[in-house]
């Protein structure tokens, strides 16, 4: 009787599956069909449309298992499998297999996530909720995601004992934040950190009971229902601003750290916030990493007390750093404190003094080799000695005043921390943080080579985003009489939104007087220096021949202006408007290397001369490799490679190859670019253009790295074919390195360093240069290769 059933059953699923687009939408699986990555129409949908279960596509290459909200503009993710190990485009499905377990499968039949249930499961649906339900014949729940939240909740999902939320999402795969039930049983925000883990919600300097909380209360769930209350065991009670209503809302951590409850307007798809856990930015531990501090400029930022510099400037959360060696009085090392107002280092208390004065706390701290600060309140005259210093803020009117311990001979060149300082923390793409995929050459002409590629999602920042924008302008529109606790928070939406925006030609006209200051003319336009309002120095690059549509046009734009690396020039904006089409991009002070190397700009040490290329290396394997849509430069050269004050590399003109070659009418033309004497031999070939390409260029700026003349402008040695001279420079190049003997390197590197140069590094250089050379494209290393060499 059993058998029979399960042959039935059989006999029914494969006459279901495939999923097919020709019966509209279905909210189920049966058990032996599956969705692939192939098919678009591969979606489940719940009966009443508001959820989408499937792959969903990050790029055009990337795809997560995901359920996502139908109506909403950007198609915000609700859940997700595997939002930190996408799976390949071609042949990555979700199967429910005949055994009875769901398994999601890459391209090459790798496991990437699967469900485990002991029993044997015949049907997976999509509800109404929102909940992906894999249930047993008898209907039975075996598996459901709201079990498993991601950083997301939907009104009836409850948060329990177990659950817990992740901040991270794709474009922010190291995210500390989390919301789950302490140790207290009271439901918390928390900064898990890997070497610190603390609750900065509910407020962590009162007691539950302050807080209204109850806290040992063992049911430990909670739930928002459906009108947008959320109530807990712990009395944990908010209501959305639009309460009563029945709408789509969403409860989620977002990687900022704090918790927010959007609900979704269903006629355009937008989102609004009605809630959030924090109105003051600064509150969220752990924004401004070790060091760091916290402050309103009115705008929330980051930045380092004086003395320390910031870690990584891409990325604020890893905090500052110490300029200074502390070492112990013993040593007859003097010490001084800086003053720092109205400026409280949350936790890390060495000792706490009550009734001190300041010259008694100060001693203290001067004898305790661990004491890095104190901070000490007026009233009630406080002393808190700091072993660390970790959650800074400064908040006007704080009763507190910080005193950063650093040595004396240091304080002459104290810098006072600047409101300039208080940058933008918020980055978009940093290679080390993001998971490494590691794909064979799949479908890739045969080249045996392995590939890792990294992923850096745009997409999720890119929805949180707009619901910023959204919900500041929706906000700011509906209520005048806002609370100034909202005003402050919502400045820190405008600092998202602020390091990309669009600029009306007015603006521009009127921040390079007119276009009046030319700082040179390239490929794709002339380049403008300005100024803008907030006496930010920028570039202007007015582009010409775009044919592109403005939506296109901004769409593209968009993609290249939400790269951040250290390596590549940052888009700050773009303006199109009719026929004119500008990209804003940050002003670099130090020009091109152009400038350098060949006009005589100015000398360039060999440490500099190192340092570009290991930076040139980074940017172009970040470019692609590690963003979403890799993008092929397409002209490096050194005319696109500006340095700024410290000679740190950085790469310009990125993406906008690919944005002209949209319209280019001609074919042919749109093949050659690139710039004569840097352009790969295939380039003339019919062959596909690759990322190789840019590495064959790559190859030609550090030989004129090393050589400090134009490569390709090597006298033409008879034949009078252009490429000759280098072929020629290459070949022996290449032979000199296999020979012993290295005094020929004096010969070939540029005079003008005068023989102040390291002669190791300059026969790396000149290696990877002739490996980046190759005429065989296959036979070049890609980018990220060429950066491992560097390190090691
Ligand atoms: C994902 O696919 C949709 C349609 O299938 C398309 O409109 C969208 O641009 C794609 N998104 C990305 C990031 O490729
Ligand atoms: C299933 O089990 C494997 C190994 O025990 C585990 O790695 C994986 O996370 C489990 N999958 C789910 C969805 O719980
Ligand atoms: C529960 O919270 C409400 C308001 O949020 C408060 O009025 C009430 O006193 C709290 N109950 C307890 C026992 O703390
Ligand atoms: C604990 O929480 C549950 C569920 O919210 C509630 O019904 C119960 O009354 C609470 N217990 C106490 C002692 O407050
Ligand atoms: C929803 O969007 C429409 C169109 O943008 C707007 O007119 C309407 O006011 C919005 N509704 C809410 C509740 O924000
Ligand atoms: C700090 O100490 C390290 C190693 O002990 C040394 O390399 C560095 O130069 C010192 N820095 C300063 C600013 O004295
Ligand atoms: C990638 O996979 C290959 C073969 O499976 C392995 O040898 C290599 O170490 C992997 N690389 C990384 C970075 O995981
Ligand atoms: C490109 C970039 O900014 N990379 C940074 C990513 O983060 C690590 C660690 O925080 C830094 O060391 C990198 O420089």
């Known amino acids: 009787m059993a058998s029979s059933f399960v042959i039935l059953n059989l006999i029914l699923s494969s006459f279901l599956a495939p999923i097919s687009a020709v019966a509209g939408y279905v909210n189920y699986l049966h058990r032996g069909s599956s969705l692939s990555t192939k098919h678009a129409s591969d979606v489940l949908q719940s009966m009443d449309g508001t959820f989408s279960f499937g792959f969903y596509n990050l790029s055009s290459t990337a795809f997560t298992l995901s359920i996502w909200f139908t109506n909403s503009a950007d198609r915000t993710i609700a859940w997700s499998a595997n939002q930190d190990r996408p799976v390949h485009e071609s042949g990555s499905k979700v199967t429910l297999d005949k055994d009875g377990s769901m398994v999601l499968t890459d391209y090459d039949g790798m496991v990437v996530w699967q469900i485990n249930s002991s029993t044997e499961a015949v049907r997976a649906e999509l509800l109404d909720s929102g909940n992906l339900v894999v249930k047993d014949q008898y209907g039975g729940i075996l598996w459901q995601s709201f079990d498993h939240p991601t950083n997301t909740l939907l009104p009836m999902q409850p948060v329990t004992a177990t659950v817990k939320l992740v901040s991270t999402d794709l474009s922010h795969p190291t995210s500390y934040y989390t919301l789950r039930f302490d140790d207290r049983y009271v439901l918390s925000l928390a900064y898990d950190g890997p070497d610190i883990s603390i609750l900065y919600w509910p407020n962590p300097d009162r007691s539950s009971w302050e807080n209204y909380r109850i806290s040992y209360n063992r049911s430990r769930s909670g739930v928002l229902d459906?009108?947008?209350?959320?109530?807990?065991?712990?009395?944990?009670?908010?209501?959305?601003?639009?309460?009563?209503?029945?709408?789509?809302?969403?409860?989620?951590?977002?990687?900022?750290?704090?918790?927010?409850?959007?609900?979704?307007n269903e006629s355009d798809g937008s989102w609004h916030n009605s809630w959030m856990a924090l109105s003051q930015a600064c509150e969220i531990h752990g924004l401004c990493g070790w060091n760091g501090i916290c402050g309103y400029t009115p705008m929330p930022g980051c930045s380092c007390p004086p003395g320390y510099v910031v870690s990584d400037p891409s990325d604020w959360s890893s905090g500052c750093k110490p300029v200074f060696n502390l070492t112990c009085n013993s040593d007859g090392q003097k010490m001084s404190f800086v003053r720092i107002p109205e400026t409280d280092f949350w936790g890390s208390?060495?000792?706490?003094?009550?009734?001190?004065?300041?010259?008694?706390?100060?001693?203290?701290?001067?004898?305790s080799c661990s004491c890095l600060a104190f901070v000490y309140k007026v009233y009630p005259n406080g002393c808190f000695l700091k072993s660390a210093l970790f959650n800074g803020k400064t908040v006007p009117g704080y009763p507190g005043t910080a005193y950063v311990k650093i040595p004396r001979s240091f304080l002459s060149s104290q810098s006072q921390a600047s409101a300039s300082e208080l940058a933008n923390r918020l980055h978009v793409c940093n290679a080390s943080k993001t998971q490494t995929f590691n794909y064979t050459a799949h479908g890739s002409k045969g080249m045996g080579t392995m590939w890792y590629y990294l992923y850096c999602?745009?997409?999720?920042?890119?929805?949180?985003?707009?619901?910023?924008?959204?919900?500041?302008?929706?906000?700011?529109?509906?209520?005048?009489?806002?609370?100034?606790?909202?005003?402050?928070?919502?400045?820190?939406?405008?600092?998202?939104?602020?390091?990309?925006?669009?600029?009306?030609?007015?603006?521009?006209q009127k921040a390079t007087r007119n276009f009046?200051?030319?700082?040179?003319?390239?490929r794709y336009g002339s380049v403008y220096k300005g100024v803008l309002a907030d006496n930010r120095m920028v570039a202007i690059k007015k582009l010409k021949d775009v044919k592109q549509g403005e939506a296109e046009f901004q769409t593209e734009v968009s993609v290249i202006g939400r790269i951040y690396h250290m390596n590549l020039v940052r888009v700050m904006g773009v303006c199109s408007e009719g026929s004119y089409r500008l990209l804003v991009y940050e002003y670099i002070e130090n020009g091109s290397l152009a400038m350098f190397l060949f006009h005589g700009k100015g000398q360039l040490q060999w440490q500099h001369r190192y340092k570009i290329a290991v930076g040139v290396a980074k940017g172009l394997a970040y470019l692609h490799h590690e963003c979403m849509d890799w993008i092929i430069h397409c002209d490096v050269k050194p005319e696109n490679i500006l340095l700024d004050q410290d000679f740190e590399p950085k790469i310009s003109d990125f993406g906008l190859a690919k944005m002209l070659q949209r319209d280019q009418a001609d074919p042919s033309m749109s093949k050659i670019r690139g710039t004569r004497g840097y352009i790969a031999p295939e380039w003339v070939s019919s062959l596909p253009i690759s990322e190789k390409v840019d590495v064959y260029s790559y190859g030609v700026v550090l030989l004129e790295l090393v050589m400090g003349l134009r490569v390709s402008e090597l006298p033409a040695n008879g034949s009078g074919d252009e490429g000759a001279a280098l072929r020629q420079l290459v070949w022996t190049v290449t032979e000199k390195i296999k020979t012993d003997d290295q005094t020929w390197i004096d010969g070939v590197v540029d005079p003008r360093l005068d023989g102040n140069f390291v002669r190791s590094e300059v026969l790396l250089v000149l290696e990877l240069a002739v490996l980046c050379l190759e005429k065989e494209r296959n036979q070049r290393p890609n980018m990220n290769h060429v950066g491992q060499k560097f390190l090691s």
């Open 516 to 522: 009046r200051d030319e700082l040179g003319r390239g």
């Open 226 to 264: 459906k009108l947008g209350k959320f109530v807990s065991s712990d009395n944990t009670t908010f209501y959305a601003s639009d309460w009563g209503l029945e709408i789509k809302r969403r409860l989620t951590l977002d990687y900022d750290g704090n918790l927010r409850l959007y609900s979704l």
């Open 349 to 367: 208390d060495l000792n706490y003094v009550m009734s001190t004065s300041l010259q008694a706390c100060r001693e203290m701290c001067l004898s």
């Open 457 to 508: 999602f745009l997409a999720v920042f890119f929805l949180v985003e707009l619901c910023f924008i959204a919900f500041g302008w929706w906000f700011m529109a509906k209520t005048h009489s806002a609370r100034s606790a909202m005003w402050a928070a919502e400045e820190g939406y405008r600092i998202v939104t602020h390091h990309f925006r669009r600029f009306t030609y007015k603006e521009l």
